[in-house]
């Protein structure tokens, strides 16, 4: 699977950018999208489970992202509002066959390149 993220730019506080996914090739039915800001570890940001129809999300983004999927596209988006300079990050796309009890960047074999994400204050 290969996989493509894009949206990314400057982005002044309380901006609403979306991020797009988009998959080719042979892929699972789970995608998530983490990021990653300057000297910190890979997070997770949202998730999707094509499967069950169920979203997930990290306490930090919960209520201003949306994680979804445009079926006539073929993209997984990240629809994200209300913007803080704290959402500066590198922001990843990755797939994945499933996760266990917590979605984690190690249950994600396949990764996308990313796309910068800069909130200006």
């Known amino acids: 699977v290969q996989l493509q993220a894009s949206g990314g730019g400057l982005v002044q506080a309380g901006g609403s950018p979306r991020l797009t996914c988009t998959a080719s090739?042979?892929?699972?039915?789970?995608y998530g999208w983490f990021r990653q800001a300057p000297g910190k570890e890979r997070e997770f940001v949202a998730a999707i489970s094509l499967i069950l129809g169920s979203t997930y999300y990290s306490d930090s983004v919960k209520g201003r992202f949306t994680i979804s999927r445009d079926n006539a596209k073929n993209t997984i988006n990240l629809q994200m509002n209300s913007l803080k300079p704290e959402d500066t990050a590198v922001y990843y796309c990755?797939?994945?066959?499933?996760?266990?009890?917590?979605?984690?960047?190690?249950?994600?074999?396949?990764w996308g390149r990313g796309t910068l994400v800069t909130v200006s204050s």
């Open positions: 990755a797939n994945s066959i499933g996760w266990g009890t917590r979605i984690t960047p190690e249950s994600f074999p396949y």
């Open positions: 090739g042979r892929s699972f039915s789970n």
